[in-house]
Nanobody, 126 residues
Framework: QLQLTESGGGLVQDGGSLRLSCAASGGTFSRYAVGWFRQAPGKEREFVAGISWSGTYKHYANSARDRFAISGDGSETTVFLQMHSLKPEDTAVYYC???????????????????WGQGTQVTVSS
């Protein structure tokens, strides 16, 4: 069974950078789109960035565009989220998830994705 594990979160200053990793075990991301989502306390889980099943198309939330970059490493078992110019409003638990349906394009609805990792905390101080 596919399991996902996020890592790379931490505490950074306003304007800092972090690189999050999403590692797959028991399966791969081959044929599946992958999304990064985040959830802040008291808020709903929201889409941050996604990479298509082919790895050639990427989509970002407006809040992440021009600051974040999603990528794979060619192994089909790891997806990264490189984050620059972090702001306090980026503070959240960040999750990665695989699209439920193979060969499906990126969507923004969290219910379209499973399984999920346990999340990694990103805290940006002002």
């Amino acid at each position: 069974q596919l399991q996902l594990t996020e890592s790379g979160g931490g505490l950074v200053q306003d304007g800092g950078s972090l690189r999050l990793s999403c590692a797959a075990s028991g399966g791969t991301f081959s044929r599946y789109a992958v999304g990064w989502f985040r959830q802040a306390p008291g808020k709903e889980r929201e889409f941050v960035a996604g990479i298509s099943w082919s790895g050639t198309y990427k989509h970002y939330a407006n809040s992440a565009r021009d600051r974040f970059a999603i990528s794979g490493d060619g192994s089909e078992t790891t997806v990264f989220l490189q984050m620059h110019s972090l702001k306090p409003e980026d503070t959240a638990v960040y999750y990665c998830a695989r699209k439920r349906r193979h060969y499906s394009e990126i969507t923004l609805d969290p219910s379209d994705y499973a399984p999920w990792g346990q999340g990694t905390q990103v805290t940006v101080s002002s």
